[in-house]
């Protein structure tokens, strides 16, 4: 069955979660990169928590959370109004630098994004991006609340868009969502920003762990969980050729 529609995850696979270093390196300097990496890797372990205690609450909310909770844990002080301030990075993160050209690329083939981010988050986030008109649709998870990898909200994109889920190219750099959008069924591409060549090397040189490699090996490799993505490209313009091969429409 052709591919009718390329799905992408957008926090790590459109844009770079690591561009908020510059935010909180400014308003606690020394401190940038651990608050970044610990804030990442407490925001998604805010949506699974509560995914599994059934306590939903919007990605604004979690990602204040994580933030908070990141801030007390490295004994860090802020206002209620000083995170709301830092969080804000979330809504002006930088688009990778192939993006765009893929997107434009990708033409005529329907495009999408289906994110954790709450709607209002993602609204902005496109639009500060300038890709809006390169998009049918942005989906939230705030739809219908769940987070992903819950299989309900794969299951929503393909009423949104109206397909068969065979009819889905999904695209993400995210382990667990790659793992979740397989396990639903669709087709996926995992976009691997770290090779593992360059991942290994990278521990084999390092004096200490910091937390910018330690993030790299938790959340930028693929998981071990028998549901592996169907292709792995090292950017987003490689998705050109496999949907002119595989695709209803002629990108490009």
Do not use: C
Request: hydrophobic share 45%; charged share 20%.
């Amino acid at each position: 069955m052709a591919i009718k529609a390329l799905v992408f995850d957008a926090y790590g696979t459109l844009f770079d979660v690591q561009s908020v270093a510059r935010v909180t390196g400014a308003a606690f300097p020394g401190h940038g990169e651990v608050i970044t990496q610990i804030w990442r890797l407490k925001q998604l372990e805010y949506t699974w928590l509560r995914g599994l205690m059934g306590r939903y609450a919007d990605f604004w909310q979690v990602t204040q959370d994580s933030l908070s909770y990141t801030l007390e844990t490295l004994g860090l002080r802020a206002t209620p109004e000083l995170v709301a301030k830092i969080a804000e990075a979330y809504d002006a993160l930088s688009l990778y630098p192939e993006a765009r050209q893929a997107l434009e690329q990708l033409a005529p083939l329907r495009l999408a994004i289906f994110s954790n981010g709450s709607a209002a988050m993602l609204e902005r986030l496109v639009a500060q991006a300038g890709i809006g008109a390169l998009l049918e649709t942005v989906i939230s998870v705030d739809e219908i609340g769940v987070y992903k990898p819950d299989p309900r909200g794969y299951r929503h994109v393909e009423t949104r868009l109206g397909l068969e889920r065979e009819e889905i190219l999904f695209v993400s750099s995210n382990g667990f969502d790659i793992a979740g959008a397989k396990a639903h069924g669709f087709r996926v591409a995992r976009i691997a920003r770290i090779p593992q060549e360059t991942l290994q090397t990278e521990f084999g040189t390092a004096g200490t762990i910091g937390p910018g490699l330690m993030f790299k090996a938790l959340r930028m490799r693929p998981e071990q969980l028998g549901f592996d993505a169907d292709l792995t490209i090292a950017a987003l313009t490689d998705l050109v050729s496999y949907a002119a091969a595989h695709g209803d429409g002629h990108p490009g």
